[in-house]
């Protein structure tokens, strides 16, 4: 090959690893560069008139920040928060006012909420209690180690993406979406043979957690064996914008919506990551609330994957996809030695790409 045509060739070969750098830096110090409350929501326990002054004062000096309102009592706090509709609740005192909390929801968050009431006791000039109501499993006592499960589970899913779409290249649409079901399943029971009895991350439902993985690799694996059909060489990049950029700043693992900008935040809502991470979140901690709604949207997920697929797999057939074929695969041809295969490109930059 002339000189030119391969320097030709290493340039538009670095254009992925290039744009993933940007990707990355925009995505990750976009999402974590200045977290701060947005909306953090927190209670005053109490309804007498101090109670609603404290409260009062805190919404007006916060602003947008915090959401305060005051409850009834702490057994109304500590149910609220069990639900996940407070991030903790202040419970007044003259000479030892409490804290109460919960930092299976969020580490970052606790601490944040811890902050915002040091400073409330600061200017009384008294000590602060800190409750805290999780019931964390002994090998993982931040509670964070679900997020890098999640990690896992996503890396697994789109890395195998780039090796099924170039060594399957020959094969039917419904070879390789079933080998996609296949391979997210092994995925799946790597990630809970992990968890559970080497790291024990997880002490109980281990088969609605396994279950749940499951959901989330395939989903990744559909979409992405889906769009390899018409982005090719561009589709580790472009998962890795849909399942890294996007997906690990917004799942909640570093920082929960009510830490980050409302982009993140919103995203939070619906994407996949945060479907498993605080679908998780809510089997292990917090008994199920909110369960429902984030498997409905891996489900989701899963479907627009099966969408996708279904598109790519017509595009075949009638030709205008990268992988249709009218009989048995070519022979491949042989390659010069300094030479290598876009197949091999491909499978080296997913395999390289650990995030």
């Known amino acids: 090959m002339p000189v030119k045509a391969q320097l030709r060739s290493v340039a538009v070969h670095l254009l992925t690893p290039l744009l993933m750098c940007l990707g990355m830096g925009l995505a990750y110090l976009g999402a974590f560069h200045q977290p701060q409350p947005n909306h953090l929501q927190v209670a005053i326990v109490g309804t007498d008139p101090q109670a609603k002054v404290l409260a009062q004062s805190l919404k007006d000096s916060a602003g947008s920040a915090l959401d305060v309102i005051t409850v009834p009592d702490r057994d109304a706090a500590v149910d609220r928060i069990g639900r996940l509709d407070l ?34 006791t600061a200017q009384q000039n008294v000590p602060l209690r800190v409750t805290d109501l999780a019931n964390l499993p002994a090998g993982d006592p931040t509670g964070q ?59 109980h439902d281990y088969l609605q957690i396994w279950a749940l993985g499951w959901l989330y690799a395939a989903g990744i694996l559909a979409i992405g064996i889906g769009l390899h059909t018409f982005l090719q060489r561009w589709t580790t990049l472009s998962l890795m914008g849909l399942f890294v950029m996007l997906n690990f700043t917004s799942a909640g693992g570093v920082y929960r919506p009510e830490l980050l900008n409302g982009f993140f935040g919103s995203l939070h809502s619906f994407w996949n990551g945060a479907g498993f991470l605080e679908g998780a979140r809510s089997l292990l901690y917090f008994g199920g609330t909110g369960f429902g709604g984030r498997l409905a949207s891996l489900v989701v997920w899963l479907f627009v994957g099966l969408v996708v697929l ?46």
């Open 87 to 120: 991030a903790g609740a202040f419970v007044p005192d003259a000479q030892q006012p409490e804290l109460v909390v919960n930092k299976a929801a969020s580490e970052a968050t606790e601490a944040a909420v811890e902050t915002v009431f040091h400073e409330v």
């Open 145 to 203: 180690s679900l997020f890098f499960l999640m990690i896992m589970l996503s890396i697994g899913g789109y890395a195998s993406v780039a090796v099924i779409g170039a060594a399957g290249a020959g094969l039917p649409m419904r070879i390789r979406a079933l080998i996609g079901l296949a391979t997210s399943f092994v995925v799946s029971v790597i990630a809970i043979a992990v968890a559970v009895p080497v790291y024990h991350i997880i002490d």
């Open 310 to 355: 279904a598109v790519a797999a017509a595009a075949e057939r009638r030709g205008t996809g990268a992988h249709h074929h009218t009989g048995p695969a070519p022979a491949p041809k042989p390659l010069p030695d300094n030479a290598v295969s876009e197949a091999e490109a491909e499978t080296e930059m997913a395999e390289a790409v650990g995030v």
